[in-house]
């Protein structure tokens, strides 16, 4: 058996880098692959559309992160002020609707609790809905876990014509049937006067239960309350 060190030093000493998994071909192509999503997100963000002009001291991703961020919040604003919002979240209480999980989940989020919000849109997402997969795209993109992003991409362009799907905020996705991670979504955001305060929507949900999930852990649960509260808060922001 080997002698384990007994020092950091010692560990440190015996920490080396093996030779020979990688060839110059697997390094050359890496690169070729790290230029061709830099470049992507370049034109994405210098490109047609540009609103405004950004720092030049800001990254490709730090410029992307930070613009999928505030899409998601806009697309949850929108979601929340939508007329049917507030009886699909009661709804939710008692049939778990996938339509009021997500407008639930975009409560959650506003609030400042991104793991129970991932949740219901995971949940809404897996019944069929595209607007949840579209949530998930932006929020895994904001967080820099690209892989996560590119499924969820692929997953909103496969329910974007499914039927009877609740869908508070008109969106439409701008890319082949086979999106790359980078997609570009047009939404129209309902009018309303002006947003909730996200402080406001964490004195609504601070008070909500949280259940256990197997598998999962704590996950935020609905109460028949939350409704109501969300038809104030909609009434004071007009």
């Known amino acids: 058996m080997r002698r384990k060190p007994r020092s950091i030093d010692e560990a440190l000493a015996r920490a080396r880098v093996f ?6 071909g697997h390094l050359a192509e890496s690169r070729r692959r790290i230029t061709e999503k830099l470049n992507e997100l370049q034109a994405l963000l210098t490109g047609p559309g540009t609103e ?10 730090s410029l992307l992160h930070d613009r999928a961020a505030r899409d998601l919040r806009a697309l949850c604003q929108g979601v929340i002020h939508d007329a049917d919002a507030a009886q699909r979240i009661a709804r939710f209480d008692t ?7 997500l407008a639930f989940a975009c409560l959650l989020v506003l609030a400042g609790i991104e793991d129970g919000a991932q949740f219901w849109w995971q949940f809404s997402a897996g019944a069929g809905n595209p607007s949840a997969a579209v949530c998930l795209y932006l929020l895994h993109l904001r967080r820099g876990d690209l892989k996560d992003a590119e499924h969820w991409a692929r997953q909103s362009a496969a329910l974007e014509h499914e039927p009877c799907q609740y869908t508070p905020v008109t969106h439409e996705l701008l890319a082949p049937a086979c999106p790359p991670i980078i997609v570009t979504i047009r939404m129209e955001i309902p009018d309303h006067t002006a947003d909730v305060p996200e402080e406001a929507v964490r004195g609504a949900v601070q ?9 999962v ?21 007009r």
């Open 19 to 24: 030779d020979g998994h990688y060839t110059p």
């Open 52 to 61: 405004r002009a950004r720092p030049a001291t800001l990254s490709p991703l």
């Open 95 to 101: 049939t778990r609707d996938p339509g009021g999980a």
């Open 207 to 215: 008070d909500l239960d949280i259940g256990q999930i197997d598998g």
């Open 217 to 237: 852990g704590p996950v935020p649960q609905p109460s028949p309350d939350l409704a109501h509260q969300l038809q104030d808060l909609i009434a004071n922001t």
